[in-house]
């Protein structure tokens, strides 16, 4: 039998940061329960926002070629793809929302030209921290994510949203979200949606 394959993408421009610390705990709890893991860090890679193009293959696919190139892949073998983000402006932060916009090719692949077909079914997990505790910050950053996961193929299964965690390692002083990314590890490594 294989290996769930569990993919973390970081949107969060801070290494080491409340975002991060939530992934690491989620991904190292899949991997200690059998998944096989790989983690990008959107900010250290080098891809241009959706340029809107023209002329485009109408095949789902991408034309531009940098460093979404290695995520289209890796996020169509995955089994679970988990994106963590903080919120910035009642949002998104802005990494995580330009790679999101690099899959409107997908998306007219999938929905508008019917040339793009999912090859494998996956679990969507979102992981969000906010230096506020206002709700609406986390719906309106949870909306985008699910419009995501339906282009990706990913059934939105879990969430965790942590607020009141501003300053670096804030997120460290809630058990409750530790524990719950930690859970969340568990049951997207062990199939279990």
């Given amino acids: 039998m294989s290996k769930i394959k569990v993919l973390g993408i970081l949107g969060s421009p801070r290494r080491g940061g409340n975002s991060e610390i939530l992934l690491d705990l989620c991904l190292g709890s899949a991997q200690k329960n059998g998944a096989e893991t790989e983690k990008f860090v959107l900010n250290s890679m080098k891809f241009v926002p959706c340029q809107e193009c023209a002329e485009i293959t109408k095949d789902g696919m991408c034309k531009i070629k940098d460093d979404m190139q290695k995520i289209y892949p890796a996020l169509e073998q995955a089994d679970a793809v988990v ?57 309106n950053s949870k909306a ?16 965790l949203f942590c607020s009141l965690t501003d300053e670096k390692g804030a997120v460290n002083n809630h058990a409750d979200c530790l524990k719950r990314a930690e859970e969340i590890g568990m049951l997207i490594a062990g199939g279990k949606t």
């Fill in 83 to 139: 994106v963590a983000s903080p919120v910035f402006f009642g949002s998104l932060s802005a990494q995580t929302k330009m790679m999101i916009d690099r899959f409107q090719c997908q998306w007219l692949g999938l929905y508008f030209y019917k040339t793009y077909k999912i090859v494998k079914r996956k679990s969507g997990v979102f992981l969000c921290v906010a230096g506020t505790d206002r709700k609406d910050f986390f719906d």
């Fill in 144 to 159: 985008i994510i699910k419009n995501f996961f339906a282009t990706a193929g990913a059934s939105y299964k879990h969430e």
